[in-house]
């Protein structure tokens, strides 16, 4: 019982850490938090990126163009199998981009279902999927 409960809390500082990564742009400990053969995907678009490198490269080229974002994360659920994990949770993710005409803000609501595995260096991410559920501003935000 306290096994998984001390799992349980280390597997919700992944996702919290991951925001936190985006968050201050740091890059080295985002690509820490995945296994070299994840996935990451965005069930929005139906993209799919594979591998610890490419994930980086993915999410920094879309992060580093933004004057600023905030990741909030709730609602955690982990269900831990012996070395492998299923966990959900919510988010909030707020983005920034001063000086566009339509507003500089755009929020968006959704959950990440992920999947992870116990490694030698802590749990690590496997497949990190996206379900947006709503959002409000200006997409040009992101799209700029």
């Excluded at 659920?77 to 994990?85: K, L, N, S, W």
């Amino acid at each position: 019982m306290i096994r998984e409960l001390v799992d349980r809390a280390a597997i919700a500082d992944v996702a919290i850490a991951y925001a936190t990564a985006l968050d201050t742009r740091d890059w080295e400990e985002l690509a820490s938090l995945f296994t070299s053969d994840a996935c990451w995907e965005y069930s929005g678009s139906g993209e799919q990126v594979y591998g610890r490198d490419a994930v980086v490269a993915r999410i920094s080229a879309s992060v580093q163009r933004l004057d600023a974002t905030q990741h909030l994360n709730g609602n955690h659920v982990a269900v831990v199998r012996g070395d492998e994990a299923e966990h959900t949770c919510y988010y909030l993710a707020q983005h920034v981009r001063v000086g566009l005409p339509d507003g500089d803000r755009f929020l968006a609501g959704g959950r990440y279902e992920d999947l992870l595995r116990r490694t030698p260096d802590g749990w690590r991410f496997t497949h990190r999927r996206i379900i947006g559920v709503w959002s409000e501003g200006n997409p040009a935000v992101l799209t700029l």
